[in-house]
């Protein structure tokens, strides 16, 4: 096997763990009214009843990050959608590396696929030797 097809396995291994992720851990239990959701929400400071958008929100990302055509936009929407979870964190006062930063993780994992998937994305955003 060589390198260009090492990365595309592995960028698809990385895109295909972020999505999993995302659908089980966040997406999922938005869309199908788990209380956890709810109260994850809550203890956030968000009002009651914004999971479901916020779930379906990022669906739509999520669709879009897997589309290959739309994967860069869903790979930004997706990105701002982090920063907002991040800015939520702040604002709690949640502890840095485990609930501040892990968007920050997930935003590396998702661009990280991508980068390994996409030569554009390598061409526009490259690592200097």
């Known amino acids: ?6 990365m595309l396995w592995t960028g698809r291994a990385l895109t295909t763990l972020f999505a999993l992720f ?5 997406i999922f239990p938005k869309l199908t009214g788990m209380p956890v959701a709810e109260e ?14 916020i779930g379906m929100i990022e669906l739509a990302c999520v669709v879009l990050y897997l589309v ?11 990105t701002g959608l982090l920063g907002g979870a991040m800015a939520t964190q702040i ?11 892990f968007s920050l993780y997930l935003g590396a994992f998702m ?3 991508l980068w390994l998937r996409l030569p554009a994305v390598r061409a526009v955003l490259p690592f200097l030797r």
């Open 1 to 6: 096997m060589e390198t260009s097809d090492i």
């Open 22 to 26: 995302m659908l089980g851990a966040s």
């Open 40 to 53: 994850t929400l809550a203890a956030l400071g968000w009002p009651a009843g914004y999971a479901l958008m």
């Open 68 to 78: 290959p055509s739309t994967s860069l936009l869903g790979a930004v929407l997706m």
């Open 91 to 101: 604002r709690v006062a949640s502890p840095l590396f485990s609930h501040v930063l």
């Open 111 to 113: 661009w990280g696929g």
